[in-house]
């Protein structure tokens, strides 16, 4: 953070505050830039020298790079890895630092329990990409009170009214899972969902619907189910969904994360993927490909998807207002080994 040369000055997040804008805005007054209205390089101008904010002479060791923050739920993740690789990448070219942290999405102590709103205020931070399932009501008050822009990864329930976002066509990618299960020839297909109230499953189930009606194909309210985004959910759900009268002959799977316990649901009735059972994921994490057999999955570009949060971060930091408040990107179906067309004797 760039701060007055005496070790007690203000920080030009202070006077970003007192003035009533961004930190890079007011860079740019204390670097001379032109591109400041009148009005607000006044304002700036008058809370510099009211806190008695030095500027550093040009000789100076250069100003470090603009420093944006990345908050995931965890560091350990695939999701998290692929989203990192993107915006790294995408603010490198922009000539941004990028600071990578991990924060529980709740807490009852208010947005300062878990420590990162306190450490990227006092970093100075420019802006910052969230990649969390939701933030509390109280976190984005507390963003919106400190002025700091930011811009939601993927999240999995809708933010508040005009929080920027940027996620994957879940509709879409529901769809296409689902009319390559029907193009191989099954009629018995079932869904399980990761979180029930989350509207980002919610998108992927509405595209499962549209295929099945677009195919006048019934959905018996049995063959929709959601296991919690754990293998263990997942294990238990497609059990029950093997222990109907009528089982489906395949399975949309909303997250590869839970197609582990499906495997093993099918595997301890003596059944084999996709022989008698086949499945289709949604993600395409690296284990999709490692797992046997590989997985047929609908690829949602994280790293894509961070390349454009950290784009649309970048004109939040300059004062631009993104052209839309929420970003889709194009899904893709990779086929692998884990579908085949249903056998005749289960039909």
């Excluded at 899972?177 to 980002?200: D, K």
């Excluded at 959910?233 to 909303?254: K, N, S, Y």
């Excluded at 970048?314 to 692998?336: H, K």
Aim: hydrophobic letters at 45%.
């Amino acid at each position: 953070m760039a701060r007055s040369s005496g070790s007690t000055g203000p920080t030009l997040a202070v006077v970003a505050r007192e003035a009533g804008v961004s930190v890079p805005t007011a860079s740019k007054v204390v670097n001379g830039r032109e591109d400041v209205a009148p009005e607000t390089r006044r304002r700036v101008t008058e809370v510099l020298d009211r806190l008695g904010y030095i500027r550093r002479p040009r000789c100076e060791t250069p100003k470090p790079a603009a420093m944006v923050d990345l908050v995931v739920h965890s560091l350990d993740s695939a999701w998290s890895g692929a989203v990192l690789h993107g915006a790294a990448e995408a603010a490198h070219e922009a000539g941004l630092e990028v600071v990578v942290s991990a924060a529980a999405t709740r807490g009852r102590g208010g947005p300062s329990e878990h420590g990162w709103p306190d450490k990227l205020y006092a970093r100075g931070s420019s802006g910052v990409l969230f990649h969390l399932t939701e933030l509390a009501p109280a976190q984005y008050s507390w963003l919106d009170e400190h002025r700091i822009p930011f811009v939601m990864i993927d999240p999995a329930h809708d933010p508040p009214p005009g929080v920027p976002s940027v996620a994957a066509a879940n509709w879409q990618g529901g769809m296409a899972a689902t009319e390559h299960l029907i193009a191989l020839g099954h009629r018995r297909i079932a869904v399980i969902g990761g979180l029930g109230r989350a509207v980002r499953d919610g998108g992927r189930v509405a595209g499962y619907r549209s295929a099945m009606a677009a195919a006048a194909l019934p959905v018996p309210s049995a063959y929709v189910r959601y296991g919690d985004i754990t293998e263990a959910g997942a294990r238990h759900r497609m059990a029950e969904l093997l222990d109907l009268p009528e089982p489906p002959t395949a399975v949309f799977v909303c997250s590869d994360q839970m197609v582990p316990g499906v495997y093993q649901a099918a595997g301890e009735r003596g059944l084999r993927v996709p022989r008698d059972i086949s499945v289709v994921g949604f993600d395409d994490l690296p284990q999709a490909r490692w797992i046997t057999p590989a997985l047929t999955t609908v690829r949602q570009p994280l790293s894509e998807m961070a390349a454009a949060a950290l784009r649309t971060l970048l004109r939040l930091m300059t004062g631009e207002i993104p052209e839309a408040i929420r970003t889709e990107l194009s899904t893709r179906l990779m086929v692998r080994s884990s579908t085949a067309p249903p056998l005749r004797a289960l039909l």
